[in-house]
């Protein structure tokens, strides 16, 4: 049996075995269990199973694995449910575990799903499957962008590097450009609408085949419409409307003829909306809101970065990070790179460097020590979830430190002003690549900045004493 089968095996056996799990998922980093009774997880067994980097009491059990591994985990925690035999169960048995898991996961939303947290989860169910995109045609972007700029700056000959260019730049389109379409997609199986009919409207914001020579107008302003005006906050609300329109569609038409006209009238009625009122007013608010981002890095400088620097890690705690992809993308679109990522990015390094701290501090703690040396590399490419929620935050005052080498970071990053990512992509040093405009050295003395920071403060001030303390 592989390693990755004997992890599912314990992380099942830990979770409750086979009859307390309904449902089962994964993410980059996280396998997401639904059980039917929390009491029966055994989560201090859990926690000391070699490879579980942590876990996260949410609306369903997290297990902290790590990018990579969690993939492989996840299919075997699949193999191991089926090999386990969840139907050796009575019926009636199985009734009352749905019943009774039905009504815990009832009383957990009722707690737990204001509509504000609902609406975060489905904006992070929407672009949370492109991350991979994200991360791989960045990085791509990057490398062309590194040959193009040494093209034109004459130490590249152009005759032999364009070509190697023009193909990266191809495979990274493939995401950027046709973006919409990916989140039209994916939202539209957040709110309820057709997939397809989702990446339709997506498209429609691109206004393909539309020329110079005939426009389509702002029926606010008469200026001509752009392709892919207003960006992906424009295709979420009209995914939301479509969803409404579909739903109210097949109320009355009958199924006989619903597979022609309810799609027919859907894309006719929401794409004119799209056309004539969401591209304009959306690309309202996203040139409003971005140039409101824009004007605080520029006045803000130190105190901006320090401030978004600090406070991004409690942000993500909360899911709130998920509403910056489309200022991202936006501000990528609207001058050609994103001045936050930079300056978030320095949050996972303040992570890097509080978790060195306490490497060397609790050099007794075997299980922390193992477990800051499993998930510290993962960091420093900028997946900080495993050191936040495996390391750090279990600690309290570390956590704390840890913001604020992030802040220091961030201000670094903010008193040199203009240093932007030509691309969403992973943070800390991976970053690296898809800085704008050659300013990688002055993101790199930030990082260590935020490194140096995070270390400082965890080392003098951010160190429990009963993690210094000798344990296996």
Known sequence: MSKYHDLAV?????????????????????????????????????????GVLGVVDDETYQIILGPGIVTKVAEQFGKVLEESGAGGRSSSSAEQLQAKGAQMKAQLKKKNNTPFKNFLRKIGNIFVPLIPAFVGAGLIAGIGSILANNITAGNLDAATWQQYVTILNIIKNAIFSYLVIYVGINAAKEFGATPALGGVIGGVTLLTGVTADLPILNIFTGAPLAAGQGGVIGVLIAVWILSVVEKYLRKFIPDSVDIIVTPTIALLVVGLITIFFIMPFAGFISSNLIGAINWTLERGGAFSGFVLGTAFLPLVMLGLHQVLTPIHIEMINSSGMTLLLPILAMAGAGQVGASIALWIRCKKNKSLTNMIKGALPVGILGIGEPLIYGVTLPL?????????????????????????????????????????????????????????????????????????????
């Open 10 to 50: 314990q992380i099942l056996e830990a979770v409750g075995g086979s009859s307390n799990v309904s449902s089962y998922t994964n993410c980059m980093t996280r396998l997401r269990v639904t059980v039917v009774d929390r009491n029966r997880i055994a989560e201090t067994k859990l926690k000391e199973i070699d």
């Open 396 to 472: 309290g005052r570390p956590f704390i430190t840890a913001c604020l080498g992030g802040g220091i970071g961030g201000a670094v990053i903010g008193l040199f002003g203009n240093v932007g990512a030509i691309a969403i992509g992973p943070s800390g040093v991976a970053l690296l690549p898809l800085i704008a405009n050659g300013l990688w050295f002055k993101y790199l003395i930030g990082l260590i900045a935020a490194y140096i920071g995070g270390f400082i403060i965890t080392y003098f001030f951010g160190t429990p004493k009963d993690a210094m303390l000798e344990q296996e």
